[in-house]
């Protein structure tokens, strides 16, 4: 159990630091011309919706920004953990 639950941090881990650096580093090859590419990037998601039940309001809205650099990460990571070998 501890090892699985170790495993899975590890992931989250992984993950999150291709996704800071995917975006500081697609942000900053915007500004090199033979690298720009890396910064192209795509939005999409669900534009903000509003219920109001008179005594509660909810907002809903999902937007995901990515990059070219951050896709790349992201599937290095992935290739990272999978030959990742955890002891006890």
Do not use: C
């Not at 500081?24 to 999409?44: E, K, N, Q, Y």
């Not at 998601?45 to 109001?52: A, F, I, K, R, Y």
């Not at 650099?69 to 955890?86: E, F, R, T, W």
């Amino acid at each position: 159990m501890k090892k699985k639950l170790l495993r899975t941090m590890l992931l989250i881990v992984i993950l999150l630091l291709a996704i800071v650096l995917g975006k500081v580093g697609g942000d900053s090859a915007l500004a090199i011309p033979w690298i720009s590419f890396l910064g192209a990037g795509a939005s999409f998601g669900l534009e903000p919706t509003v219920v109001d039940l008179y005594v509660l309001k909810f907002t809903f809205g999902l937007t995901v920004n990515i990059n070219v650099l951050q896709a790349i990460l992201i599937l290095v990571g992935i290739l990272l953990y999978s030959h990742i070998k955890i002891r006890e």
